[in-house]
């Protein structure tokens, strides 16, 4: 069935660096791509998506590209702080769902000042 | 707007007490969906509910219920908790076919 693996955390980064967040999918069919934020103690709320093949997510300095090629949706920002420290998830939603979403296991990033 | 409500927020169960989760949303979203979400599992869909009358299975439904109310309202029911649901839910809900699901904060669950 249909999967997302994205990498392991904790991710512990200093203000200002740069951030990358893996994510790689399996699917058949063309998904959509999502990266969901979670700050503590919140529900998860939608960050960026994609929606078909080479399409780039862009959101509050946040972007990932849709890479059909590489089954891939990498997270990136060229400069995190301290307030983007929360909990990433990527997520697909195959086209012949009725919008079920998949997630994968949530990434933790933590910025220090 | 309220987006996405759930009640309660915190709860603890004994094993074997019953117990009922709500969620209302106030988009007119046709989809509402529960997630329980455990450490290092991410979330995994236990029941949704494509449309007002409608509800099918998830990924993990065993030992829970739901009911489409209406259109606002999807409730999960705990029958008989057990520890093993000691967990965090999520409401969320949807335009039909949309996708972007819209997350209510959750209600963390402790069964002793």
């Known amino acids: 069935g249909d999967s997302v693996t994205q990498m392991e955390g904790p991710v512990t980064l200093s203000e200002e660096a740069f951030l990358t967040i893996n994510c790689t999918y399996t699917a058949t069919g063309y998904p959509s791509l999502f990266w969901y934020v979670q700050y503590p103690g919140e529900g998860l709320q939608l960050l960026l998506k994609a929606t078909k093949a080479d399409d780039k997510g862009s959101n509050k300095g946040f972007e990932a590209t849709y890479r059909k090629e590489t089954t891939s949706f990498h997270l990136e920002k060229g400069s995190v702080q301290v307030s983007d420290s929360a909990v990433y998830f990527c997520?697909?939603?195959?086209?012949?769902?009725?919008?079920?979403?998949?997630f994968g296991k949530g990434t933790k990033l933590s910025v220090k000042p | 707007n309220a987006g996405v409500t759930q009640t309660p927020k915190f709860q603890v169960l004994k094993t074997g007490q019953s117990m009922t989760l709500q969620c209302a949303q106030d988009m007119n979203h046709n989809s509402m969906y529960w997630y329980r979400q455990d450490p290092g599992m991410g979330l995994r869909l236990i029941y949704y509910s494509a449309s007002e009358g409608t509800t099918d299975k998830g990924e993990v439904p065993n030992g829970y219920n739901v009911s489409r109310l209406n259109k606002r309202e999807f409730s999960l029911r705990l029958e008989s908790a057990a520890p093993s649901q000691t967990s965090v839910y999520f409401c969320?809900?949807?335009?039909?076919?949309?996708?972007?699901?819209?997350f209510g904060p959750g209600t963390r669950l402790t069964v002793t």
């Open positions: 969320a809900s949807s335009e039909a076919r949309q996708y972007q699901q819209y």
């Open positions: 997520a697909l939603s195959d086209r012949g769902s009725q919008g079920n979403l998949i």
